[in-house]
């Protein structure tokens, strides 16, 4: 069970916008940055958000990232079908001094 | 090339020891924290450890906490994770990242994987 709470999936099809939501507590994303992370397939995960809502070099602008409260959510607009993967929010739990994941969320592109 | 490569992984039997290392390259290794991420087959990721830069702080997951350990050597660039009393549930794909943000913990850079599998 996770600290952090992600929907198992989501789908849309291509060209349609999802997003995904983390849903933690006033210990983690209530008082920590929270960063988004995209693992394709067989694949090492990379990093897609970080401090809520910033985004690395040669991340297009398709992807966002929001946190309002104890909730952060992750958009992706103009899906693509090379967006098929997982999705894990994370951020840094101050009460149990550990990093934590969510679940992670599958989107499929329909 | 800047990347992070791990080796050290393969089979062993409950209750022995592995090591882990991560070797850095093309980058100041010596400013950045960092950390060990596993995926056991079929499963999300789990944070396992984290050291800071310098190698002062250290953080652990309850599941690891007093079996694994986690080290550096800023003068070799690389990153280790002492595996003790390893058991089955440890079996996963471990990863080391690179603590890229400064005001809070976000890992920007991560290695390819060593597969760690416990079975008798």
């Known amino acids: 069970q996770s600290v952090l709470t992600q929907p198992p999936s989501v789908s849309a099809a291509p060209g349609q916008k999802v997003t995904i939501s983390c849903s933690g507590g006033?210990?983690?994303?209530?008082?920590?940055?929270v960063s988004w992370y995209q693992q394709l397939p067989a694949t090492a995960p990379k990093l897609l958000i970080y401090?809520?809502?910033k985004r690395p070099s040669g991340i297009p602008d398709r992807f966002s990232g929001s946190k309002s409260g104890t909730s952060a959510t992750l958009g992706i607009t103009g899906l693509q079908t090379g967006d098929e993967a997982d999705y894990y929010c994370?951020?840094?739990?101050?009460?149990?001094?550990?990093?934590?994941f969510g679940g992670g969320t599958k989107v499929t592109v329909l | 090339q800047v990347q992070l490569v791990e080796s050290g992984g393969g089979v062993v039997q409950p209750g022995r020891s592995l090591r882990l290392s991560c070797a850095a390259s093309?980058?100041?290794?010596?400013?950045?924290?960092m950390s060990w991420v596993r995926q056991a087959p079929g499963k999300g990721l789990e944070w396992v450890a984290f050291?800071?830069?310098?190698?002062?702080?250290?953080y652990y997951a309850d599941s690891v906490k007093g079996r694994f350990t986690i080290s550096r050597d800023n003068s070799k660039n690389t990153v280790f994770l002492q595996m003790n009393s390893l058991r089955a549930e440890d079996t996963a794909m471990y990863y080391c990242?690179?603590?890229?943000?400064?005001?809070?913990?976000?890992?920007?850079?991560w290695g390819q994987g060593t597969m760690v599998t416990v079975s008798s």
């Open positions: 990242a690179r603590d890229y943000c400064t005001i809070t913990t976000c890992y920007d850079l």
């Open positions: 093309v980058f100041t290794f010596s400013i950045n924290g």
């Open positions: 050291i800071s830069y310098d190698g002062s702080d250290q």
């Open positions: 006033s210990f983690n994303i209530g008082n920590n940055y």
């Open positions: 401090d809520n809502d």
């Open positions: 994370g951020t840094w739990d101050s009460s149990l001094s550990v990093w934590v």
